[in-house]
């Protein structure tokens, strides 16, 4: 008896946090998506900066605003804020690439 009432109490445990634990593993796996390339560097068009955008179900989306370097394997995210972007070395493009396909 004294068994079963301590698996039960783990089952009610792993059910009451099993779904915190499913939600944050979905969030970590989801990626950022770009949206629009707001700026491209002057010296270097490969790099970028752009909003993004990462789909977390039906809480929304997250969104950020990231320098992107490319690099060799994968590339590097930088967060930006948009009033210090030095205008001598960025060009504006507001270039529209929407990955989730959005509807505006």
Do not use: C
């Not at 039906?58 to 690099?71: A, D, N, T, W």
């Not at 394997?73 to 493009?93: I, K, N, P, Y």
Request: charge should be negative.
């Amino acid at each position: 008896m004294r068994v079963f009432l301590g698996f039960a109490i783990f089952l009610i445990i792993a059910a009451a946090i099993f779904p915190f634990v499913l939600m944050r593993g979905i969030n970590l796996v989801t990626p950022y998506k770009t949206q629009t390339i707001l700026y491209r560097s002057i010296e270097d068009p490969d790099v970028t900066i752009e909003f993004q955008m990462k789909d977390v179900g039906g809480r929304g989306y997250l969104k950020r605003v990231v320098q992107i370097e490319p690099g060799f394997f994968w590339d590097r995210a930088t967060g930006v804020d948009l009033e210090a972007v030095d205008q001598s070395q960025w060009r504006r493009v507001d270039e529209d690439v929407n990955e989730h396909g959005l509807k505006w």
